[in-house]
């Protein structure tokens, strides 16, 4: 490793988790508009493709038996069951971007996000509640950051500011001798 890899700094991977309507995906494209640098993966699904929807941009759609043979060879991070269908996030692309030095985003419901807790000790996972309606102790334990989703310029300037952070500090050349 040569000491330009070392003085970069690492990115991490930031998880954002809430239930169903908490706006996840409305935060997630208003951090991307606000910061291009930061990467969004793209799900595995599957369920059938939509018209207006393209494979590698929308979702990576699949059949069950390819799904059953990633989840088999440990390819995804987490992955979930919706109706008759599952998704989830491969893993080979997120650790790619992520030595790249690119932040991740991932935008996931309580259970993905606790599932890439326990196969990720490292990510940071930031819950994102409706307002007025606090979540329950044990669930905000499990988090690093709880954002009330008041107002979306609010959570979008704290997430953005936390993602910023999350950068590890760069390695230092070790003296010799």
Excluded: N
Excluded at 47 to 60: F, I, N, T
Excluded at 95 to 106: D, I, N
């Amino acid at each position: 490793m040569s000491l330009d890899d070392e003085a970069r700094p690492a990115a991490r991977l930031t998880v954002l988790a809430g239930p169903s309507g908490a706006g996840r995906e409305s935060v997630v494209e208003l951090v991307r508009a606000r910061s291009p640098s930061v990467w969004t993966p793209v799900a595995v699904t599957t369920r059938p493709r939509r018209a207006s929807e393209l494979d590698g941009v929308h979702r990576h759609f699949v059949t069950p038996e390819e799904f059953d043979g990633r989840l088999a060879a440990g390819e995804l991070l987490e992955w979930s069951r919706l109706g008759p269908h599952r998704r989830g996030t491969e893993i080979t692309p997120l650790r790619r971007r992520l030595a790249a030095g690119q932040p991740v985003l991932l935008a996931l419901d309580l259970d993905g996000a606790l599932q890439v807790r326990a196969r990720w000790p490292k990510a940071r996972l930031v819950l994102l509640h409706p307002p007025g309606r606090p979540p329950e102790l044990p669930v905000v334990a499990a988090f690093d950051l709880s954002v009330s989703h008041d107002r979306i310029e609010r959570v979008v300037d704290e997430l953005v500011g936390f993602i910023g952070s999350s950068f590890l500090a760069p390695a230092r050349p070790r003296p010799r001798g």
